[in-house]
């Protein structure tokens, strides 16, 4: 085989994850750092949880801010997707490329049975529990025929699944019955479902002025589904589909219901996504099919977010969705992008580069390449240098001295984009000072390329950082930040 | 009965099962080498289309193209062929090399990112909008005026006839080459259990990066011969086919080259019909049942053996 045992990312033989964590205990830091640590660890985990539910509890109070509060609720949408699909990906191992779907019917469930579009205006208490349900039923009809495939079919089935909810939401204003009964609008197509009602408990209407009502809503089912996943992570259902994640074949052969527990974590991811989606429907008043589509990015920026966290792991969903969410929402605006943009180089640069003296070459060079570039350009090309840098204030102007911003740089960025992607490539395979060396003109290219192309672009950027997040993380660090490290006992 | 609806729809499934037919190859091979779901094969053959699209540019337009047809044709599915085995191979290296022990879930998770990421650096550099390959356009329609009339009074274009003659030309050539030379010998050893095949000698790597480069390169090919029948280019095309596809290569039982073929062909034709004949929205629909049917009736799909799991 290719990996050998000193291969870092397989599994250390022999090391089970009580001792990969007892090891972990033992290499802890000495000082204030490592007694604040110590404590830390010793607190249980729904502690934490409290901490953050008070926390998020306090952001309205402190913030009358109506964008930070929609921001706030779709973290909490996508925190309450996370920790369904959590149950399906994070326990029991099922890959579920069709879980936007549920959150889409769930959303249309409700837009359908509180709008003026049948005329059904019902109560929000009855509304929820029977969305839900169907909801749940679905997701058990979507495994039920994939329950004896192996992992991949079902992950094909589910993708199918989700394409084709899609193609009949978009295409469902014209629906019939195998052409039995008249042509009826059942989806409104294309144009979708608006003036949906408010959440409304008895007669009384809530979340009518602003997102506020909607983020305790969401955070209130959050923090229930929260313990209440603590609890079955423990239970027995919990460890068995772990060890259905594990190995499915030993889980069987100890007697294990595979196919029941396989149903029932598919059921319950489902179910979760219904809920978030009948909140999603009521808070946004509209919803359109492309919202669940996988081109609109929704299931690869869940999953981003589990893996991030840590599949599995309940503190991930928490930090990965909030982590996720924030990142992409800030990436909207090209001043404070730009800001993350090079904070977050300089920060992997600081965190990664080791000696020190490296760091401070390969900076510097980068600088006096920079300079060197945007000289010799300006003399053999001025139209090259006359572009603006996307923020303005001290960095703007220092950048505009600096980096090469051709006027027209929709062509050259383009191409430069592609040779960013074959440079860094190109960087993981070197070693030694030739990377270092090389590191220095692909970061300029990376700056070069982010003011001139991706800047312009935040909608496409977000989603190819998306991308990129998913597969450098599970080359360089499977477990996310807060799981577990695979252990496998031979 | 209605024949020229009948034989156009026919024509038309068995061009657009030809296209998913190669695309269900490359997918197949791989699965058969890596059990891996390479999301990103559909990517690869929207990567091809674009690659044919550029020199289509570079020639000039469609328009007024500087050379002639066959030339063009030439250059398109060499650069195609290429590119695209070159980008497989790269997804490879970068991507999966690493996951290779990983637990199933970390290289499918991978090539979801790795798809994803194609798509919208393509939107990024191409643009979000469709382009066309305006096949009618070259020198006066020449590849669609010329051709024959089937019995139903249905004009078949030269280019249709390239789309299926080129397709059966690579599956005969690919099916030669697995049989009869070392390196697809090798292939077929590794598919079969790639840990003997290692100790046997076989340079299992090399082996990994053929066959990501010869799927990849039909799957270019495909995106040449989609953009010639059906004119459309846009980023997002990769996703549906490679759906498609895929699904072509689980009826047809994945690993298996010759079902790969079969059920490309039969996701052509269904889906065709279906939009002859019920209803263009749901030919998704369809397709679905098909998958649904097979997988419940034979789940190692219609060519392929019951998988054996040792413990």
Redesign the interface.
């Known amino acids: ?3 050998g045992p000193t ?1 870092p ?2 599994p250390r033989v022999g090391v089970d994850e009580w001792v990969a964590s007892h090891e972990q205990r033992r290499t802890r830091r000495a000082g204030v750092l490592g007694v604040l640590e110590r404590e830390l660890t010793r607190l249980p985990h729904p502690a934490f949880y409290l901490a953050f539910g008070i926390a998020a509890a306090i952001v309205p109070a402190v913030t009358s801010d109506g964008y930070v509060i929609k921001v706030g609720l779709d973290t909490l949408l996508y925190m309450l997707l996370a920790l369904g699909l959590n149950i399906t ?1 994070g326990y029991a ?1 099922l ?1 579920d ?1 069709g879980y936007a779907a549920f959150y889409g019917f769930a959303a249309y469930g409700y837009a359908m049975l509180a709008s003026p579009k049948f005329g059904l205006h019902w109560d929000t208490l009855a509304v929820i529990p029977v969305v839900v349900a169907a909801t749940v039923l679905l997701g058990f009809l979507v495994a039920l ?2 329950r ?2 192996v ?3 079902l ?3 589910t ?3 989700g ?2 909810f899609y ?2 939401y978009q ?1 469902g204003e014209h629906m019939s019955l ?1 052409g039995f009964t008249g042509s009826r609008d059942v989806t409104g197509g294309p144009n979708g479902i608006p003036n949906i009602d408010q959440f409304n408990i008895f007669g009384a209407r809530i979340g009518e002025l602003n997102y506020k009502a909607y983020f305790y809503v969401a955070l209130v089912f959050f923090m229930v589904l929260l313990f209440a996943m603590y609890l079955v992570d423990r239970s027995r259902t919990g460890r068995a589909w772990k060890s259905l994640r594990e190995d499915p ?1 030993a889980a069987e052969l100890m007697g294990m219901p595979v196919n029941r527990l396989k149903l029932i974590a598919f059921a319950c991811g489902a179910g979760i996504a219904g809920l978030a989606g009948t909140v999603f429907a009521a808070a946004n008043t509209a919803v359109f099919a492309t919202e669940f589509d ?2 609109s ?1 929704l299931l ?1 920026i869940v ?2 977010m589990l ?1 991030l966290g840590g ?1 599995g792991s309940l503190g991930g969903v928490i930090l990965g969705a909030l982590v996720v969410n924030v990142s992409l929402e800030v990436l909207r605006d090209p001043g404070h992008a730009t800001w993350v943009f090079y904070t977050l180089i300089a920060a992997t640069l600081v965190a990664r580069m080791r000696p020190w003296r490296w760091l401070v070459a390969v900076i510097a060079g980068t600088v006096g390449f920079g300079f060197a570039v945007h000289a010799i350009v300006s003399a053999v090309w001025p139209r090259g240098v006359h572009g603006e840098a996307a923020v303005g204030g001290v960095l703007g102007s220092g950048l505009g001295h600096w980096v090469v911003l051709p006027s027209n740089p929709m062509t050259i960025g ?1 191409v430069a ?2 040779c960013l ?1 074959l440079a860094v ?1 190109v960087l ?1 395979l070197l070693r030694g000072w030739v990377q270092k060396l090389a590191m220095i003109p692909t970061l300029y290219l990376a700056v070069f390329v982010w003011e001139n ?2 800047v312009v ?1 935040p909608s ?2 977000r ?2 950082l ?6 450098v993380l ?2 360089a660090r ?1 477990q996310g930040l807060l799981g577990t490290s ?1 252990v496998e006992i031979v | 009965m209605n024949w020229n609806l009948f034989v156009t729809e026919l024509v038309a499934g068995i061009a657009h099962g030809s296209v998913y037919a190669l695309i269900a190859l490359g997918y197949s091979m791989v ?1 058969g080498i890596l ?1 891996l ?1 390479n999301f990103a094969h559909g990517d690869i053959y929207m990567v091809g289309s674009f690659i044919g699209f550029g020199i289509i540019t570079v020639f000039g337009g469609a328009e007024s193209l500087t050379v002639s047809v066959w030339v063009l044709l030439f250059v398109m599915f060499f650069c195609a062929m290429l590119g695209g085995g070159l980008l497989g191979v ?1 997804i490879e290296r ?2 999966y ?14 090539a ?10 393509a ?3 191409l643009g979000a909008q469709y382009q066309s390959y305006d096949s009618y356009g070259w020198h006066n329609g020449e590849l669609w005026v010329k051709g024959f009339t089937l019995p139903a009074g249905v004009h078949v274009g030269i280019a249709q006839v390239i789309v299926v003659v080129g397709t059966i030309v690579l599956v005969v050539g690919l099916t030669l080459f697995v049989r009869n030379t070392q390196l697809g010998k090798a292939m077929r050893a590794t598919s079969f259990d790639r ?1 003997a095949a ?1 100790m046997m000698g076989i340079d ?2 090399r082996v990994i990066v053929a066959t990501f480069f010869i799927g990849s390169a039909l799957a270019g090919a495909a995106g040449v011969f989609n953009g010639l029948a059906y004119q459309q280019v846009w980023p ?1 095309m990769g ?2 086919a490679g ?1 498609y596809a ?2 072509a290569a ?1 009826v047809g039982g994945i690993g298996n080259l010759p079902g790969a073929v079969l059920g490309g062909l039969l996701i052509g034709l269904a889906q065709s019909f279906s939009i002859g004949y ?1 209803s263009s ?2 030919s ?2 369809v397709v ?1 049942a098909i ?2 049917a097979v ?2 009736v034979r ?1 190692s799909g219609l060519l392929g053996r019951a998988a054996v ?1 040792k ?1």
């Open positions: 085989m290719s990996t291969d990312n397989a990906v191992g890959l490329l025929p994939s004896r495939l992992g991949d079919y992950a094909i089935v993708l199918f699944f394409e084709l193609t009949v295409n195998l074949l996988f081109t990015g690869i999953y981003a893996i599949a383009n984009f592609i992607v490539l993981t192309r991706l672009e496409v950027t989603l190819i998306v991308g990129v997040i998913l597969i599970m080359n499977p695979r | 699965y059990k779901l790269m970068f991507a090399r690493r996951l290779r022990n990983a637990p199933r879930i970390a290289p499918l998770i991978t979801l990112g790795v798809s994803f990421f194609l798509e919208n650096a939107q990024l550099v840990e290692a299992v790597d997002y996703f549906v759906l895929f699904i689980v019920i929205q749901f998704d629909a679905f998958l649904i997988m419940l789940p799991s413990v």
